[in-house]
C-alpha cells in the first residue's frame, strides 16, 4: 500500500469513526448550552472546572447554604488542596464563588467544617457581627516527603461577609501534631448541654474528641473507636450530632467516620455509630458495622452546620478513590450527591439512619402522569423515556423479585435486581458503559435488605448523566453509583423474576430541570 493510499484509508475510517460519534445521544450533541459537556450532572453540583472531592464547611447564614469543597483549580486530578466555594438559597441551584482558601507556608487546605460563631466567643468578630470560622486541616507537604509523621495540623480563618472573604487566624496551627501520621478533618459543632464548641477529629483510624471555649484553644477530651467498627482503611471526615427518631421524641446521637479503604463493595464508604455523647466522648453498644450508602460512589459526606428548619441535611462526594481520578471527564471531575435530609427510624431493636433527597427538590421535577404497570410472573415491560438521563423514577411494589433494567440502543445497561431470597439489591454496572478506565469500575455491588416492610414500600431512583441514586423505602437501604453510559439510557426494562404477577404501582418517571 502506498503512503497515500494509507492516508486515504486512515480519512476514511477517522471520519466514519466521527461520523458515528456525532450520531450518539451525548449532551454534548444534543445541546450547546453552558454545563453540556458530555456527563455534566445537570442537577448535581459540580464545580465548572477541574478537580473537586469532599464537600467541606458547610453551614447556613444570612438565607445562604454555603458549599466549600476540596479543590485544585490547575488539574482534574487531585493537587495542592484550595476550599472552592459555592452558595445555594434553596440547596437545588448553586452560585459559583471565588476559591475561599488558598495553601500557605503550614501548608495544603484538607477537609474540615465551618460554623457559625453567633456570640463571638473567638472574637474574630463583634456582637452585631459575629464570624463564620472555618475549621480545617493542613497538610505540610514538605513534611510529608521528608518522612515525618507530624505534618498533619488543625488551623482556622474566618470571615466577616458572610463567607465573600477569609482571614486566616495568625497563631495557627490551633492544634498542632503529636505524631499521628493521620489527623485530620475537623468537624466543629456547639454542644448546648456543655456549652463548648466540640471538635470530631480522626487520628489514623480512631476519632478523637477535642473541647473549646473559643475556638482557637482545643483541649483532648475523649476517644473513640479504637476496637469498634470497621477499620479497614483510615479514618476520615468524622461528623457528630444529635438526630431525632422518626415518629417520637427520642433523640440519638449519630457519628459519621468515612473509611478509605475498606467499604462494603470496595474503596471509598462512610460508616456510622449510633449512640451517645457526653460532651467529652463519643460511646456505643452497637455491635455491627453499619453503612451509610452502599454504593461505591458516596464518600466523606458530611451535614450542615446552623441548618435554619433544623433539619440534619447531608452532601457527599459522588465518587470513590479507587477511581475518581481516572473517571472519562475532561474538563472537570466528580459531583456532589443530592442534599439529603436525614433521619432515625427504629427498626426492630436497632435504629437504621435514613437518607432522602430534601424535599426542595421536588420543585424541579415535572412530573408524569402515574400509572400502574402490571407484570406477569417471567415477564417483563419496557418503558420507554426521553428524559431518563434527568430523571426521577419512583413507584411502590409489594414484590422483593425483580429486576429494572436502564438500557440504550447500544445494548449498555445498568441492571437493579430486589433478592427476595437472599435478602439482597444489587447494582450491576458491568456492562453499563464505559468502565474500562480502571480495573475496580465494572461491578457488581451488593446491598443487604434484611427488613423491608411486608406492605406496600417505595423505590426512588434519581438518575442524573454520570451517576444513579437508588432509595429504597424512603432512604431506609439507598445506593449511590457513577455510570458512564455511550449513549443516554432510554429504556426502562420492568422483569418480573417471581412466581407470582408484580404491579409496579403509581410508576411515574419525572424529568428533573436542569439547575445550570
Ligand atoms: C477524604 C480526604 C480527607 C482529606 C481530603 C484531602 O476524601 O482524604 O481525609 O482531608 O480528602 O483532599
Known sequence: ???????????????????????????????????????????????????????????????????????????????????????????????????????????????????????????????????????????????????????????????????????????????????????????????????????????????????????????????????????????????LFKLEVEDSEEEKWVLFISINPGGPNGGSSTQYFIGDFDGKTFTTDQVAHKWLDWGTDNYAGVTYSNEPNGDRIFIGWMSNWLYGQETPTEKWRSAMTVPRKLSLRKVGNGYDLINYPVSNIEKIIKKEEKKNVTVVAGEKETVSSDHLMQSDLRFTTQSKDFRIKFRNSLGEEVVLSMLEEEKEFLLDRTNSGKSDFQEDFASVQKMPIPSLPEETYEVRILMDHSSIEVFINEGQYVMTAQLFPNEFYTDVVLENTSERGIVFKDFEIGEVQRIW
Not at 484550595?82 to 495544603?108: C, F, M, Q, R
Not at 514538605?142 to 482571614?167: P, V
Open 1 to 239: 500500500m502506498t503512503a497515500l493510499m494509507l492516508f486515504m484509508v486512515l480519512l476514511v475510517v477517522s471520519s466514519a469513526c466521527i461520523d458515528k460519534d456525532s450520531k450518539q445521544k451525548t449532551l454534548e450533541n444534543t445541546t450547546q448550552e453552558y454545563y453540556a459537556e458530555t456527563y455534566r450532572p445537570q442537577f448535581h453540583f459540580t464545580p465548572e472546572e477541574k478537580w473537586m472531592n469532599d464537600p467541606n464547611g458547610m453551614v447556613y447564614n444570612k438565607g445562604v447554604y454555603h458549599l466549600f469543597y476540596q479543590y485544585y483549580p490547575d488539574s482534574i486530578v487531585w493537587g495542592p488542596m484550595h476550599w472552592g466555594h459555592a452558595t445555594s438559597e434553596d440547596l437545588v441551584h448553586w452560585n459559583h464563588k471565588p476559591i475561599a482558601l488558598y495553601p500557605d507556608k503550614l501548608g495544603y487546605i484538607f477537609s474540615g467544617s465551618a460554623v457559625l460563631d453567633k456570640d463571638n466567643t473567638s472574637g474574630f468578630g463583634t456582637d452585631e457581627n459575629p464570624p463564620l470560622v472555618a475549621i480545617y486541616t493542613y497538610h505540610d507537604m514538605d513534611g510529608e516527603k521528608a518522612g515525618r509523621t507530624d505534618y498533619q495540623t488543625q488551623g482556622i480563618a474566618y470571615s466577616l461577609d458572610n463567607g465573600d472573604t477569609w482571614t486566616k487566624y495568625a497563631d495557627n496551627p490551633v492544634i498542632g501534631n503529636t505524631d499521628i501520621k493521620d489527623f485530620r478533618d475537623p468537624k466543629v459543632m456547639w454542644h448546648e448541654d456543655s456549652q463548648a464548641w466540640i471538635m470530631s477529629l480522626v487520628a489514623g483510624d480512631y476519632a478523637q474528641f477535642y473541647s473549646s471555649q473559643d475556638l482557637k484553644t482545643w483541649k483532648l477530651t475523649g476517644e473513640f473507636g479504637k476496637d469498634v467498627g470497621a477499620h479497614g482503611g483510615v479514618w476520615e471526615c468524622p461528623d
